[in-house]
């Protein structure tokens, strides 16, 4: 079975400071990784995916995530915050194996709220 | 081009009646996935549906069920509501079934309170 664990239901930056959002995953074969935002009122948005290409993976609005295979670990990085990032941030899984007759669905972490202090 | 949409965007409903939620996939994509996400947790899989057959199922009852049409619309449906159904339902397409390599592209989702 996969699973994800997200460190902190809260992170606080600065402006302008470095933005870290953990992901930690379980999974039994090499997995797919996701990352998307939920902003208020709304759906999800994905940010970025690993699909066991580039280790490294940009995505949209600055954010990448780098897949460490060593540490279970998928964390989200950007540089430097903004104001618009404050949001809700999930890390999800999905198994690659094609089950057939099993569910496909991606299994998510319990999310990260950012907080961006001005 | 449109996005995925879902209606209503709010319900309320009383503990034992039933609820059907809708959603209309974006143009082109066949597969529907059904999820729900309690308020302070990460969205759960619910149902996948491709080509209007059931191709996945997430750990939830018999209560719910769901169904996708030949316009590739779905419907989710919820009886005898238990106060632990109240959530956000999220409904999202992808072009093909496999999700893994095929980004989901979400609804705004129904948020649904039972009383």
């Known amino acids: 079975a996969q699973s994800v664990t997200q460190l902190g239901s809260h992170v606080s930056v600065s402006e302008g400071a470095l933005v870290l959002l953990r992901c930690n995953y379980s999974s039994s074969v090499p997995p797919y990784l996701f990352w998307y935002v939920q902003y208020p009122n709304q759906g999800l948005q994905l940010l970025l995916k690993?699909?066991?290409?580039?280790?490294l993976v940009k995505g949209i609005n600055g954010f990448e995530a780098e897949f460490k295979k060593s540490e279970t670990s998928f964390h989200l990085t950007k540089p430097s915050a903004h104001m618009s990032d404050a949001a809700e941030y999930f890390c999800?899984?999905?198994?690659?194996?094609?089950?057939?007759?099993?569910?496909?669905?991606?299994?998510f972490g319990k999310g990260t709220h950012l907080i961006i202090q001005p | 081009d449109a996005g995925v949409t879902q209606s209503p965007t709010h319900l309320i409903k009383t503990r034992g009646q039933q609820v059907t939620l809708r959603c209309s996939p974006i143009?082109?994509?066949?597969?529907v996935s059904w999820y729900q996400q309690v308020l302070g947790q990460g969205p759960q899989f619910i149902f996948q549906y491709y080509e209007k057959e059931e191709r996945g199922r997430g750990n939830f009852p018999d209560r719910f069920s769901a169904r996708q049409f030949p316009n590739y619309s779905s419907e989710l449906n919820v009886n005898a509501l238990l106060l632990g159904d109240s959530a956000l339902y999220l409904c999202?397409?992808?072009?093909?079934?496999?999700?893994?390599?095929?980004?989901?592209?979400f609804g705004p989702g129904t948020r649904l309170t039972v009383t």
């Open positions: 999800a899984v999905s198994d690659p194996v094609y089950s057939g007759g099993g569910a496909d669905g991606l299994t």
């Open positions: 999202a397409s992808s072009r093909l079934r496999a999700q893994f390599f095929n980004e989901q592209y």
């Open positions: 143009s082109g994509h066949k597969s």
């Open positions: 690993y699909t066991s290409a580039a280790t």
